[in-house]
T-cell receptor, first 111, second 114 residues
Framework: RKEVEQDPGPFNVPEGATVAFNCTYS??????FFWYRQDCRKEPKLLMS???SGNEDGRFTAQLNRASQYISLLIRDSKLSDSATYLC????????????FGKGTRLHILP | DAMVIQNPRYQVTQFGKPVTLSCSQT?????MYWYQQKSSQAPKLLFH???????NEADTPDNFQSRRPNTSFCFLDIRSPGLGDTAMYLC?????????????FGDGTRLSIL
């Protein structure tokens, strides 16, 4: 199983719809989880951290499911400007602790 | 204002010709990272500095070196670039330990090897 795995997509979603995607991780000891947004040919930008209790920021909601070892990102009322690649990042934990990024899920919001 | 600044934004160089990419930060973060990201791939960690302590990833080619002369600056040196080194190179910082906190990225340097 890969350390961090995402469906590459693309997800093609009409404007205004709700879309959700998941990211699975392999290390049950991981404690830190993040969602980043990356626009084409740009750097990743932190979208939100993911807390055990879940968190919400406007139209974006992130959840953590420790039992099944995945995090999710839900986008409500999607906008054209939400089109991007969404990377999840998880700390590897253990002696060689570092953040591992997924390959990202591409999202296209259609007018 | 940009807090992690990378220069240059774009670099084209010849096969085998040494190249240096720079990164500076105004965040006073302890940790600085270099990532390589190829098209449709995840950012791949090359190495990082925790203050002056250098940490190399096991699979980072020897061709890649790094220097951190002070808290604010970090350099990536590619001694003899190959065609396979064409990629976006991302510098990132975080206040402390690797996995605890999110990382702040610079704009990246898009490197093309001809």
């Amino acid at each position: 199983r890969k350390e961090v795995e995402q469906d590459p997509g693309p997800f093609n979603v009409p404007e205004g719809a709700t879309v959700a995607f998941n990211c699975t991780y392999s290390n049950s000891a991981s404690q830190s989880f993040f969602w980043y947004r990356q626009d084409c040919r740009k750097e990743p930008k932190l979208l939100m951290s993911v807390y055990s209790s879940g968190n919400e920021d406007g139209r974006f909601t992130a959840q953590l499911n420790r039992a099944s070892q995945y995090i999710s990102l839900l986008i409500r009322d999607s906008k054209l400007s939400d089109s991007a690649t969404y990377l999840c990042a998880v700390n590897k934990a253990g002696r060689d602790d570092k953040i591992i990024f997924g390959k990202g899920t591409r999202l296209h919001i259609l007018p | 204002d940009a807090m992690v600044i990378q220069n240059p934004r774009y670099q084209v160089t010849q096969f085998g010709k040494p190249v240096t990419l720079s990164c500076s930060q105004t965040l006073n973060h302890n940790v600085m990272y270099w990532y390589q990201q190829k098209s449709s791939q995840a950012p791949k960690l090359l190495f990082h500095y925790y203050d002056k302590d250098f940490n190399n990833e096991a699979d980072t080619p020897d061709n890649f070196q790094s220097r951190r002369p002070n808290t604010s600056f970090c350099f990536l040196d590619i001694r003899s670039p190959g065609l396979g080194d064409t990629a976006m190179y991302l510098c990132a910082t975080s206040p402390r330990g690797q996995g605890e906190q999110p990382q702040h990225f610079g704009d990246g340097t898009r490197l093309s090897i001809l």
